[in-house]
């Protein structure tokens, strides 16, 4: 099989068909890579790994960061093992809720992710979509004003935070990545460790930044991200059962839509652990990260 790619209608984004994710020579390796590189998000149609082959395959990118349980793989999924669908009361519904805000993974974290891998395996009849937005973009379309605004800012990420805004209260110990050391401290504007690009960091996961009050923080960060997930940065995928996309998380934000809950949404997720070099963050004490009171919600 010859390897092709195909641009989506997107500044991000391609579909690589003629490669077997689970058999991959090193030609076929070198292809993906420089095109993870340059399209920073790849879709791969009717792969259908398991995910001993999907944590194989997310290996050649890097280290596989421990999701739950000192699990490689998990599944992202409102299906429990008796077939039956999470209620809206339960605490991992709750979670999966959260994931249709925008976000980076494991901002929240000392150590962000570098990527993140997905494969299909339950959709639902409509709806259920993987978003991704183009973080490069973003930050090449904001204005000289805007760029001058927010060069040298930082901002702290929490989980306890973004899952509050949907009153959620994330119980300490229950689930992988609760910050213990405080929140992490990332700066709105980075740069990617290999390609150079500037790009935006941001995210549900920003409560906080430093010599701002917290509502005008707040105020920013939802101005940057509206203006950043608008077309043409961004792309939804329409799931089939089998296939597997990767994105960098270095640069690239995604979210979940909504579907009939009443409906199985299975997801195989693994996530390529940051190299220290360039996702490593300071956190920082602060007591508001771990005290967070439910928001109002309408969900």
């Not at 379309?141 to 989980?159: F, N, P, T, V, W």
């Not at 949907?166 to 709105?188: C, D, F, K, W």
């Not at 930044?209 to 101005?223: C, H, N, R, T, Y």
């Amino acid at each position: 099989m010859k390897p092709t790619t195909t641009p989506v209608d997107a500044t991000l984004g391609a579909t690589i068909t003629g490669v077997d994710l689970a058999n991959l020579d090193d030609a076929a390796w070198r292809f993906v890579e420089d095109a993870f590189l340059e399209y920073a998000l790849l879709i791969f149609p009717g792969q259908d790994l398991s995910a001993d082959e999907q944590v194989a395959f997310s290996n050649r990118f890097g280290d596989i960061e421990i999701l739950r349980e000192n699990a490689k793989s998990v599944p992202i999924s409102n299906q429990k093992p008796d077939g039956s669908v999470l209620n809206p009361d339960e605490y991992r519904f709750k979670t999966l809720r959260g994931n249709e805000g925008w976000h980076l993974d494991s901002t929240y974290m000392p150590i962000a992710a570098k990527a993140g891998v997905l494969t299909a395996k339950v959709v639902p009849s409509q709806g259920g979509e993987t978003e991704l937005a183009d973080m490069r973009a973003a930050y090449e379309a904001l204005d000289d004003a805007m760029k001058e605004r927010i060069q040298g800012l930082s901002a702290y990420h929490s989980l306890y935070a973004s899952q509050a805004k949907i009153g959620h209260i994330v119980e300490p110990g229950s689930g992988y990545g609760y910050h213990t050391m405080g929140a992490p401290l990332r700066p709105l504007v980075k740069t990617h460790p290999i390609t150079g690009r500037k790009s935006l960091c941001l995210g549900r996961h920003i409560y906080s930044i430093p010599g701002m009050a917290d509502d005008e923080a707040v105020s920013l960060v939802d101005e940057l991200i509206d203006f950043a997930c608008q077309p043409p940065r961004t792309y939804a995928h329409h799931w089939t059962p089998g296939d597997l996309i990767i994105w960098d998380n270095r640069c690239v934000m995604h979210r979940a839509r909504p579907y009939d809950f009443s409906e199985a949404r299975v997801m195989q997720a693994t996530r390529i652990a940051g190299e220290a070099s360039s996702e490593l963050a300071p956190t920082v004490a602060d007591e508001r990260a771990g005290a967070f009171e439910p928001a109002t919600t309408n969900r």
